[in-house]
């Protein structure tokens, strides 16, 4: 799932190719991802891209004052095309792609989604707080106004284990599944530990570490193509996806905790005093 460093870098790069250009066209092959009806999709047409902008795990395009945003969900993603085909294609069967935006000179960008959950939202809105998610949103914590005491503030009284809490995009938007284990690895915390339980000293060390971890995620992602932007999350991770490796810092194995529909990784030598977690999900499958 594309989080806040990819969603920030599709921006930049959207940014240097599509503003300035006015859009041509938009075909809806997924009409499932389309949100919205009003203002319809073809009041784009003739219009001008003018800015582009991310909020929390979300791109918005300002097309004259209208706005297209994209949340890319789970399995969804955009690719750029510097020639779109003329020809139009027909929606159905195993084909990923949902949208196509052509712009004026005859380049443009796909929104895909794989597999058969879907979960890809296209808004076309007057202003980015009409889309529900955008709206709800919690501070940005690349934002300046996001300090330490604002996250104290979060936490304190919270008797949420702090692993869900960081994915909680009504308490901080932009962090998602594999940053947060990459967060909870750099603060040397357990995903396990209740949010309220911190101390001041653990606050700031999570703050650097969020802030920290995005950061130079952002910075590794800075200049790169949208379709190399996948491959270069992968390969910055240090926990996240790597069970069974060795700990980079520690040298320990990385474990996994799963859940139904996702898990989580984290070293026990870094984040819980050498102890593996309970994985109930794992003990039940081995029993």
């Given at each position: 799932?594309?989080?806040?460093?990819?969603?920030?870098?599709?921006?930049?790069?959207?940014?240097?190719?599509?503003?300035?250009?006015?859009?041509?066209?938009?075909?809806?092959?997924?009409?499932?991802?389309?949100?919205?009806?009003?203002?319809?999709?073809?009041?784009?047409?003739?219009?001008?891209?003018t800015a582009v902008a991310r909020h929390g795990k979300f791109l918005d395009l300002d097309v004259d004052g209208l706005h297209l945003v994209i949340h890319l969900a789970r399995a969804g993603w955009l690719r750029w095309r510097d020639e779109i085909p003329a020809k139009p294609v027909r929606p159905g069967g195993k084909n990923p792609l949902a949208l196509r935006v052509h712009l004026d000179d005859g380049s443009g960008f796909d929104l895909t989604e794989a597999g058969?959950?879907?979960?890809?939202?296209?808004?076309?809105?007057?202003?980015?707080?009409?889309?529900?998610?955008?709206?709800?949103?919690?501070?940005?914590?690349?934002?300046?106004?996001?300090?330490?005491?604002?996250?104290?503030?979060?936490?304190?009284?919270?008797?949420?284990?702090?692993?869900?809490?960081?994915?909680?995009?009504?308490?901080?938007?932009?962090?998602?599944?594999?940053?947060?284990?990459?967060?909870?690895?750099?603060?040397?915390?357990?995903?396990?530990?209740?949010?309220?339980?911190?101390?001041?000293?653990?606050?700031?060390?999570?703050?650097?570490?969020?802030?920290?971890?995005?950061?130079?995620?952002?910075?590794?992602?800075?200049?790169?193509?949208?379709?190399?932007?996948?491959?270069?999350?992968?390969?910055?991770?240090?926990?996240?996806?790597?069970?069974?490796?060795?700990?980079?810092?520690?040298?320990?194995?990385?474990?996994?905790?799963?859940?139904?529909?996702?898990?989580?990784?984290?070293?026990?030598?870094?984040?819980?005093?050498?102890?593996?977690?309970?994985?109930?999900?794992?003990?039940?499958?081995?029993?």
């Open positions: 799932m594309p989080e806040l460093p990819e969603v920030e870098a599709l921006a930049a790069f959207l940014r240097e190719r599509a503003v300035g250009h006015a859009v041509a066209r938009i075909d809806v092959l997924a009409i499932s991802a389309l949100k919205t009806y009003d203002p319809p999709v073809t009041s784009l047409g003739g219009l001008t891209v058969t959950k879907k979960g890809l939202a296209v808004y076309v809105v007057r202003d980015p707080d009409e889309v529900p998610g955008i709206a709800t949103l919690g501070p940005d914590p690349l934002d300046a106004s996001f300090t330490p005491e604002v996250l104290g503030r979060i936490v304190g009284g919270k008797r949420t284990q702090i692993k869900g809490l960081l994915r909680d995009q009504k308490v901080i938007a932009g962090i998602g599944n594999a940053y947060s284990d990459e967060v909870l690895h750099a603060a040397r915390m357990s995903p396990f530990k209740i949010a309220s339980s911190l101390t001041e000293d653990d606050v700031a060390a999570l703050h650097e570490a969020i802030v920290t971890t995005l950061r130079e995620a952002v910075e590794r992602s800075r200049g790169l193509e949208a379709q190399d932007l996948k491959g270069e999350k992968k390969t910055g991770l240090r926990v996240h996806g790597r069970t069974g490796q060795a700990c980079p810092v520690c040298g320990d194995t990385i474990r996994e905790v799963s859940f139904a529909d996702s898990s989580l990784q984290y070293c026990p030598t870094c984040q819980t005093g050498g102890k593996p977690l309970a994985d109930r999900r794992m003990s039940r499958l081995l029993k």
